[in-house]
């Protein structure tokens, strides 16, 4: 999960939680409220009447019903039950409403002196109290319809208000914190595009009040370090390669005109050809440790409109030279695009370098000395040089390290070469906005294809 994503979920989640948890709170508190302003209003009433009653006589507690019956704090559906000090009913109101009670309820409500409970959709509030040197018990009980309704329309509110503001605050919580991270994002692209090619790219840096300013500010200067360190490393490779060249020449030049002295014996002969072999080998070395340096100085800039088959001939042509008994089929796509993808603007020295190597390459590893190379294009309208031999292939390890500086695979054994062939196939190639691809179409045949994009 990503660095953005986490902060959006756990921003949503805390406002998610602590505002289930306020609106909890909020429902606790009123519904508790409701329950004792209803039990305050019973009691009122309780007492209200056993008052009333206290004071009328026997004769007159017909009246005293009527009273209670228009009273203005007459509750809905509510029943009054009041006892004298024997637990005898002394007055009941003319509610149809039933409290269900027994002498235990009465004895217990003197120890506790009042009690308030729930029997089903009714609410019962029991008071005992003393008036005029005589004992009362009184039983009350109604359903508080209003409060909880009143309840019940904030429980709907209260979901409701959680629903809608939590969708709310996931939406904008991670709107903002993708806007807010959207510079990381950006730092992010620009160091997942830096390899070799690009090393003074750097991280524009807009301000140094925030963290990833700050961040960026400390990777431009690390960039700025690296960048000289390659770049010093690059010069002493070209200019080691340089000087070694001027020796290693005069080395092959004298080893040269000695053999070619008649009074030189066949043994000695055989003996500075061993040397000279290994000398040409190492001024290959040199030559093509200069090549890369000198790409990855960029000092190959320079394109001009080319054509790649002339390009190709060209290289065959060279290779025929080396090699002459190595046999090339060609073979060109009919294609009406074709003529056009051919014109690319490049380095025709770079180009005829990498063709060179792949064909060389095809030829060294073929066990036939033959090799097929076609031009094609694709779908997307790519120009693809396909260059293909028969021979021992490489395993998927091999193939993981293949465009790697001197690697060379278990096909190699017994072959002259020091693995930096297709190591500058592919920087030339990624100079040209291209790729070099291996695979193995079939049983013991290998594969490479040049792709220009275009």
């Known amino acids: 999960m990503t660095l953005k994503n986490r902060i959006s979920l756990l921003v949503s989640l805390l406002f998610t939680v ?59 559906d509510e029943k009054t039950l009041i006892f004298d000090s024997n637990y005898k009913l002394i007055y009941s109101s003319i509610d149809d409403a039933k409290i269900n009670w027994s002498i235990e309820d009465l004895k217990d409500l003197k120890k506790q002196k009042s009690f308030f409970k729930k029997q089903g959709d009714y609410e019962v509030f029991g008071i005992f109290y003393e008036i005029n040197n005589k004992n009362f018990y009184i039983l009350i009980s109604a359903p508080d319809n209003y409060g909880n309704s009143k309840l019940l329309y904030l429980r709907f509110i209260l979901i409701l208000s959680y629903l809608f503001f939590t969708t709310i605050c996931w939406i904008v919580t991670s709107y903002t914190v993708k806007k807010a991270m959207s510079p990381l994002g950006s730092f992010h692209q620009k160091i997942k595009n830096i390899n070799e090619n690009n090393l003074d790219t750097r991280v524009e840096v807009k301000s140094n009040k ?57 043994k000695t002969k055989n003996f500075l050809n ?48 080396t090699f002459p008994d190595f046999l090339i089929h060609f073979e060109i ?54 260059v293909s ?35 500058i196939v592919q920087r030339i190639l990624t100079l040209h906005n291209a790729k070099i691809v291996y695979s193995i179409p079939s049983e013991n045949t290998n594969l490479f294809q040049l792709i220009f994009h275009f």
Request: hydrophobic share 35%; glycine share 4%; with cysteine.
């Open 333 to 386: 796509e009919e294609n009406e695009n074709l003529d056009s993808l051919l014109e690319i603007q490049g380095n025709k020295t770079l180009l005829e370098i990498a063709i060179s190597n792949i064909l060389k390459n095809a030829c060294v590893y073929s066990d036939n000395k033959q090799a097929k190379v076609k031009i094609s294009c694709d779908e997307n309208q790519n120009l693809i040089i396909s």
């Open 210 to 266: 925030n963290e990833i300013d700050l961040i960026a500010n400390e990777f431009n200067f690390m960039m700025d370090r690296i960048e000289i360190s390659y770049q010093k490393q690059k010069e002493f490779t070209a200019h080691a390669s340089h000087e070694l060249r001027t020796p290693l020449s005069r080395i092959t030049s004298q080893i040269e005109n000695y053999v070619a002295k008649k009074e030189t014996d066949n």
């Open 18 to 76: 602590l505002f289930g948890l306020a609106s909890t709170f909020i429902f606790v508190l009123y519904s508790n409220f409701r329950k004792e302003e209803f039990r305050d209003r019973l009691e009122i009433k309780a007492l209200s009447s056993v008052k009333l009653l206290a004071n009328v006589k026997e004769a007159d507690r017909q009246l005293l019903k009527m009273i209670d019956q228009n009273s203005i704090n007459q509750l809905l």
């Open 274 to 321: 061993t040397i000279l072999s290994d000398v040409n080998q190492l001024t290959e070395l040199i030559h093509s440790l200069l090549i890369l340096s000198e790409l990855d100085n960029k000092k190959y800039d320079q394109k001009e409109s080319h054509r790649l088959d002339e390009i190709l001939f060209s290289s065959i042509e060279k290779l025929n030279k």
């Open 389 to 423: 031999n028969t021979g021992i292939t490489l395993s998927e390890k091999e193939q993981k390290t293949l465009f790697e500086p001197f690697m060379r695979g278990e096909n190699s054994k017994g072959t002259a070469g020091f693995g930096l062939g297709l190591r």
